[in-house]
């Protein structure tokens, strides 16, 4: 059994007075697919955000490769690996397609690597790089996350509502 990409332990949260997760405990090795699955409000948004980094855990630890992420910036942590595809998907609706792709090369990849991978997997968005993607259905903006997220090759992908917008 390889070490786990990403471990989270005992992690609990709070929203005020009410605790919204208890004790999450997962390990996800590398190559693996992990799904949580629940009820709306259950905590499946905040698991992810949390892991992110983008709320505070009330106690608990995330790991990335067995190093402690706990107070890592959400910048450092996605630069580290960690991606999430955040429920709504996150994409500029002002921008054309291959502009949204350009949002990922903070991490280091050039805009021709972006391009050149996120077509490759995905070529119907090929044929709309210069379109807003504002402009375009929900499924096909779900697609330009998805692209501009495995664009950067993470070491962990985080997708918060997959198959939102998908026909």
Known sequence: MADPILSVQRLRVRYGAVEVLHGVDLDLEPGRVCAVLGANGAGKSTLVNVIAGLHPS??????????????????????????????????????????????????????????????????????????????MSGGEQQMLALARAVATEPRVLMIDELSMGLA
């Not at 450092?76 to 291959?98: M, Q």
């Not at 792709?101 to 709309?128: C, I, K, N, S």
Request: hydrophobic letters at 40%.
């Open 58 to 135: 009330t106690t608990g630890d995330v790991r990335l490769a067995s190093r402690l992420v706990n107070r890592w910036t959400p910048d450092r942590r996605a630069r580290a690996g960690l991606c999430l595809i955040p429920e709504g998907r996150g994409i500029f609706p002002r921008l054309t397609v291959r502009e949204n792709l350009w949002m990922a090369t903070h991490l280091g990849v050039t805009r021709r690597d972006v391009e050149a991978r996120a077509f490759e997997q995905f070529p119907g968005l090929a044929e709309r790089r210069d379109q807003m993607a504002g402009s």
